[in-house]
């Protein structure tokens, strides 16, 4: 079966440091990836998505940005972090436009920047 | 953006069913109608999804109107642990990719 795996959990850096978010599926290849944010008592906006390794769609201007060195692999980076980078972060993957399937969601990382 | 609208909070009392409407009037002939819902910290959560036919599995039933343009969502025996934000999205295919774009969802409590 399927999983995803995203860490850490939480995290508290301080405005300016570095960002690196990993998130990694298992049992699937070739899925598509996505990195969502949900800033404190708000919706979830998509920030990247991936269909393919180094094929990657940013949905926003932002701090941040997001490779796929790996087929599974897909990290989220900040070269350095604003107040407002802090919320939820949720990494998702899906079979692709061929299947209707939905997505799977990782636990999510709780950033807290400050 | 967002191609659905959803009312921003419903109440439902325990053991009754819950209904969940969502409008979608600008969804395309071969876009899924998507429903997610999401508690505390935690990430979303997939219940069901559907193009035309009504749908039902082991957690809810989603019945999308004629014209597609409206669903709704249903929970027949809510329970405490229902008590969670849903979302009714529109699955949105473009060029080689597709991607789910949440709107801001209903916020449902489920009252002892």
């Known amino acids: 079966s399927q999983t995803i795996h995203q860490w850490p959990a939480t995290l508290v850096q301080p405005v300016g440091s570095p960002l690196s978010l990993e998130c990694t599926v298992e049992?699937?290849?070739?899925?598509?990836l996505y990195w969502y944010r949900q800033a404190a008592g708000r919706g979830l906006q998509l920030l990247f998505y991936?269909?393919?390794?180094?094929?990657i769609s940013s949905e926003v201007p932002q701090n941040l940005s997001a490779s796929r060195p790996q087929d599974r692999q897909f990290i989220l980076s900040s070269k350095k972090l604003l107040l407002s980078d802090s919320g939820f972060y949720l990494c998702?993957?899906?079979?692709?436009?061929?299947?209707?399937?939905?997505?799977?969601f990782g636990s999510g990382t709780r950033l807290t920047v400050v | 953006d967002a191609k659905t609208t959803q009312p921003p909070s419903m109440d439902c009392a325990e053991g009754r069913a819950a209904n969940l409407p969502c409008n979608h009037s600008t969804i395309s002939g071969n876009e899924y109608v998507y429903w997610y819902r999401q508690i505390h910290s935690q990430g979303p959560q997939y219940i069901i999804h559907g193009l035309k036919n009504n749908e039902t599995n082991e957690m809810a039933s989603l019945i999308i109107t004629e014209d597609r343009k409206s669903s709704t969502l249903i929970l027949p025996h809510a329970t405490l642990r229902d008590t969670a934000v849903y979302y009714c999205i529109v699955r949105v295919t473009q060029g080689g990719s597709e991607k789910l774009v949440f709107g801001k969802g209903t916020k449902l409590t489920v009252n002892p």
């Open positions: 998702a993957w899906s079979a692709g436009t061929q299947a209707n399937y939905g997505y799977t």
């Open positions: 049992g699937t290849s070739n899925p598509n």
């Open positions: 991936s269909i393919g390794i180094d094929q």
